[in-house]
C-alpha cells in the first residue's frame, strides 16, 4: 500500500493528477489550468512533484499485478531527452504487445542491456529460448509501434531536467501504457480505477 501521509490534497486528487499527466502527455502548467477548471487550485511544481514522488511506486504495484507475459519476447530501445541529452529507454514486449518490462538507462552498452534483461528475467521468467540478435525488420514493427505510444505522450512534456524525474515520469506512463493494453484488468473496469487501486 502506498502512503499518502503528510500530503495536502486528498488521495483521489493527487492519483487522478498523477494519471491524467502520464496518460494524456500535457505540461503541467496545462494540468494545473485543468484541475483549476475542477475547482482543485494546485500548483505546476506540486503536480510534478506528485509524479516523481508515486510514479515508481504505481509501477512496481503494476509490474506485480500484470497478468504473465508470453514467453517470446522482442526488444529494443527508444531515446528520450534529458537536460538536452539522449539517454535510452529499454523496452520489451512479448508477442502479443503486452509490455514485459522496462528500464531508463544514461548509457547504452552491454551492462545496460544485460542489466535490463537480468531485471526483465527476475520479474518475468525466462522467455522460450536463449537470447539470440537478431536483424528482421518485421520482428521489430510491433515494438517500434510500441514505442511510438510513449513518445506521443512524451513529446507534449517537452523534455525533461533531470535523470530521475524522467525515471519516475516514464514508470508512470508505461504503467498507463499497461493499463490501456489491457494487462492489469478487464477493459470494462475504467483505466483510471485501475491507476487508482494499485495504490492500495
Do not use: C
Amino acid at each position: 500500500m502506498i502512503s499518502f501521509k503528510g500530503a495536502h490534497y486528498p488521495k483521489d486528487v493527487i492519483l487522478y493528477a498523477v494519471f491524467f499527466y502520464v496518460r494524456y502527455g500535457v505540461s503541467y502548467r496545462d494540468l494545473e489550468e485543468i484541475l483549476e477548471e475542477r475547482r482543485v487550485i494546485v500548483d505546476h511544481a506540486t503536480l510534478n512533484r506528485w509524479v516523481i514522488k508515486y510514479s515508481t511506486s504505481l509501477a512496481l504495484a503494476a509490474k506485480k499485478s500484470k497478468r504473465s507475459v508470453a514467453t517470446s519476447w522482442r526488444m529494443d530501445e527508444t531515446y528520450i531527452k534529458v537536460k538536452g541529452q539522449w539517454v535510452y529507454l529499454y523496452r520489451a514486449i512479448d508477442k502479443f504487445g503486452d509490455t514485459v518490462d522496462f528500464m531508463l538507462s544514461e548509457k547504452r552498452d552491454e551492462a545496460a542491456a544485460t542489466a535490463f534483461f537480468r531485471q526483465a528475467i527476475d520479474e518475468n521468467g525466462f522467455p522460450l529460448s536463449f537470447i539470440e540478435i537478431l536483424q528482421i525488420k518485421y520482428l521489430n514493427n510491433r515494438i517500434e509501434q510500441d514505442h511510438r505510444f510513449i513518445k506521443k505522450i512524451t513529446k507534449p512534456m517537452g523534455g525533461f531536467k533531470a535523470f530521475h524525474s524522467a525515471k519516475a515520469t516514464i514508470d508512470g506512463i508505461e504503467t498507463a501504457h499497461m493499463i490501456r493494453k489491457g494487462q492489469l484488468a478487464d477493459r470494462t473496469i475504467p483505466a483510471y480505477q485501475q491507476f487508482m487501486a494499485l495504490a492500495g
